[in-house]
């Protein structure tokens, strides 16, 4: 298998696994190892993807001409690779989880549950995976698409709700904004291509490069920037794998690395340079968004409204770090991005799985499970570490990059506001983890006799062993990333 | 033989547009059984295909070409693109007929036919016609054999919508006429093609009169302010009449009112107020049909609806004045007529209530219905790789290409107004179960599904390779300008 032949069978394999766990729907048993069995298979096709792209190996699939120079077309680069590491990775944990959990909860309809999932990662890959504005367009309206029926899943009255106000925002913003944003960069570059170091710089003057930056950022409404975040609250209705994959897996991942590639392979340092007030106010209202979203998340009691506020605050630091315009500012972001991705897989899983066995899915119940359910609490604790941004965890890293890339600017006050949003996030997680992994146990704690199956415990531990994985990667990924920010000479 | 007789037919192809339906019409009213009727009417409308195909295929695609000289029927750029649109819309809606006739009484049915095919005969003339008067006759056949097939339905509230079309009609050809008076009088030209070079002798009166029969025009395309009547029209007519009228009949106005606008753009004191109203009666279509269609509780009418808010994107498109504007204006045509068979061609093969809330689970009842409504959905929406976005795109193209960034704006807005209620249907058809069983469906073996799957998949595979479709659309545009590619 060559690499253009293994971009393309990472695009498709999540489709076919939707096709197959369709055709399989029963018995169940056949159902789930369908299921995880395609899911081993994209996780294998992302790792070697991910190798070839370590050895320089370049990829190009052009899938149709839709316009005239502009294509349908897929690239590996290695922002690509490393999303589809993450999302095959943590999509073969969350396969097993899914699958665990459908049994456990009795769920009505699995099948939908797994295609839909299926076809969100397919999408969140393509947007990854996309080389030109159009296909991230493409790609971004299909992951709403196929994400919809996840937040409506349920089906009951809110969830119809949810499922309204998602498809709302996020094709809304997608129609509204990100479209003729882009019908105005191709009016202005001639072209749509993503290339490092950008399109724009140079080209546009310093009033369409802020209204196009700002256009840009909203229109990729699933990276939630306020006021563009209401589909992430609403969408808590979901769920426990339906979250996961939305908030840890697909949309909100996917709408990070949207802007990152806007930031990076559409305006670069220069043309960001050009959107300098655009891009301070986008700052500035990330910035404040952050620590909003994590003092918020302090006074929900509801751990799926929790997590959702939590998730948001992570993902808004990793758009604070694109929109630096410097290549460390960009790492840091793709390192928020990765330790987002584990952490919040780890911690919804988590919780997935207490809410399965135990029913309990309010904070104030929590205290104390961790001596019934020490491998699932103590995932949930290790996560909610890296979260925070506690050492030697995934989010310390970016954390730490983050604060480093801004003050090397001189913009003290977002390093001050990231470190603010890591107390007010180890306010909303730390007591409630430590609570669980001290207090006394609950009497009766499992709704189920048998406990938590190996098929929900085991994912949440291997989740919380890939939050620590940054310790041992981090410089390696540097190197691995450097073509995103290093112009062709 | 063969070959001669392609070529002659090649040589009156304009003739015989205009001539095969309505020959065709005559013969189906002699015919003695129903099916023959319906073989007559799919042969005739299948020569058509054939004829205006490979007229497109010499003159858009192949290269430089001036037009068809000073006969009084002759193809044009813009007319065209227009009546191969109108020919293949017309063919499909024919051979769906094949199993939607039965709406009818039997001694109905061969009516209801040669009717259809008037209405294709009648637009088509109306695109190949050089002169006005040309143009006024062939849009009033197509015009009255379309008020009387939506008079054919056994249901009487059709004939409520036929007497408003009777009264729009009437508004409409006393408009035309008088404009059209207006016009010869202030530049002494009948041929559209001399507008352009014509001296105008009274610019006030050549202008009011342009105006004149564009909106005369826009009550026949059902542009707002004037569309009330094809919501009354559709609500309650034939499954069969319902997709001529939508599919057929407003494409075909939009299209010769495209023609002409294209005509009098460039003339001398014509052109601004051709675009004025073109842009005014745009605006107030994708105003107006989105808010109705976001609204409306009966699928043909939120059909009606939002083929009126196409439509003013058509003439936004078209008020931009410019080759690429008239380039997007097809492109959205096009994207129209298949959206319009597949969405009420869905509804017509899959036999549900025509109440929104009879859509609901509908995609698992009648799988192949509800996948021609959802790609038609999605056209309307102007989702990516569909001609709907091709179209969109084109349009909001061309608008930033002449600085007209309201303009572009607008377009964004219907497509906005798009989201709402072709999200509204395909979550209808996928994402609700239906409140009560209804003993429908009978889905996968009707005749009607075919044409119904087969728009449904031209309106995705030329929104993934439009490569000769642009061609074609942008040859039209600029051959009737007299600057031929």
Known sequence: ?489 | MTASLIEIARAHAPLLLLTTPLLAAALILLAPISRLSWAIGVAAMSGNVFLAMDAATRHLLAGPWGGDGVSPLAFDGLGLAGAAIIACTGALAVIAAGAVMRQFEPRERPLALALSLCVCGGWQGALVAQDLLGVFLASETAWLASVALVSLSSDRGALNGAMRMISAGAASAALFLLGAALLMRGTGVVRMSDLPLAQIAAPMSSAVGAALIVVSLAVKAALAPFHGWLAAALGRTSAFAAIMLASVGVVGALAVTARFAAYAIPAPSLGESVTSVLTALGVASVGIGSLQAIGAANVRRLAAYAGVAQGGGVLLALGLGSPAGFAAALLQMAALAAAGIAVLGGVAASGCKLSVDGLDGLGRRAPLSGAAMLVGALSLMGAPLTLGFLGRWRAIEAAVGVDLWWSAGMIIAASLAGAIYAGRLIERLYFRRAATPTPIQHDPWRVVIFPVLFGSVLALALGLEPSVLLRAAQAASLQIAGEAP
């Not at chain 1, 590639?261 to 959107?275: E, I, R, T, Y």
């Not at chain 1, 390093?415 to 180890?426: D, M």
């Open chain 1, 1 to 489: 298998m060559n690499a253009e032949m293994g971009l393309l069978a990472i695009l498709v394999l999540p489709v076919a696994q939707a096709a197959l766990v369709l055709a399989c729907a029963r018995p169940p048993g056949l159902r789930d190892a369908v299921y995880m069995l395609a899911a081993c298979a994209s996780a294998g096709v992302a790792f070697f993807l991910f190798n070839e792209t370590a050895h320089g190996a370049q990829a190009h699939v052009v899938l149709a001409r839709p316009l005239p120079n502009v294509d349908l077309a897929f690239a590996l680069e290695p922002l690509g690779a490393m999303m589809a590491l993450l999302i095959g990775g943590l999509g073969l944990l969350h396969a097993i989880h899914t699958a665990g959990f459908a049994r456990a909860t009795h769920e009505k309809s699995p099948v939908r549950l797994m295609a839909f999932m299926a076809l969100s990662s397919a999408c969140a890959l393509g947007v990854a995976f996309s080389a030109n504005l159009f296909t991230m367009f493409v790609a971004l309206q299909a992951l709403t698409l196929a994400a919809f029926p996840l937040v409506e899943h349920n089906g009951d009255e809110a969830a119809g709700g949810a499922g309204r106000l998602f498809l709302a925002v996020l094709l809304a913003a997608s129609i509204g904004l990100f479209l003729p944003a882009m019908v105005w960069t191709y009016a202005i570059a001639g072209v749509l291509d993503f290339r490092p170091g950008g399109v724009l710089g140079g080209l546009a003057n310093p009033i369409s490069a802020n209204l196009l930056l700002v256009m840009f950022v909203f229109g990729i409404a699933a990276a939630a920037v306020p006021p563009m975040h209401r589909w992430l609250t609403a969408s808590r209705v979901a769920p426990f794998p339906a979250l996961t994959s939305m908030y840890a897996l697909t949309v909100l991942p996917a709408g990070c690395i949207g802007v990152f590639k806007v930031a990076a392979f559409v305006f670069g340092a220069s043309g960001l340079g050009d959107a300098h007030l655009a891009a301070r106010g986008l700052i500035v209202l990330a910035g404040a968004a952050m620590c909003a979203a994590a003092l918020i998340a302090l006074s929900k009691q509801d751990l799926r409204e929790r997590l959702a506020y939590s998730c948001l605050a992570q993902s808004l630091a990793a758009v604070l770090g694109a929109l630096l315009a410097l290549p460390a500012g960009l790492f840091a972001a793709a390192l928020q991005i990765t330790a987002l991705m584990c952490s919040a897989a780890t911690l919804l899983m988590a919780s997935g799985t207490i809410a399965a066995v135990t029913g309990r899915t309010q904070v104030s119940a929590y205290p104390g499970l961790g001596r019934v359910m020490p491998w699932t609490l103590a995932g949930f604790a290790l996560a909610s570490a890296s979260m925070v941004g506690m050492p030697p965890f995934a989010g310390a890293w970016a954390k730490l990059w983050l604060i480093a890339s801004s003050s090397s600017v001189g913009l003290v006050w977002v390093a001050v506001l990231v470190g603010l949003a890591a107390i007010l996030t180890f306010a909303h997680l730390g007591p409630m983890a430590a609570s669980a992994l001290s207090a006394r146990a609950p009497p009766d704690a499992f709704i189920r006799p048998d406990g938590a199956s190996f098929l929900l415990v085991a994912p949440v531990a291997l989740g919380a062993v890939a939050t620590l994985s940054l310790l041992v990667f981090a410089n390696s990924l540097s190197e691995f990333l450097s073509p995103v920010w290093t112009p062709p000479p």
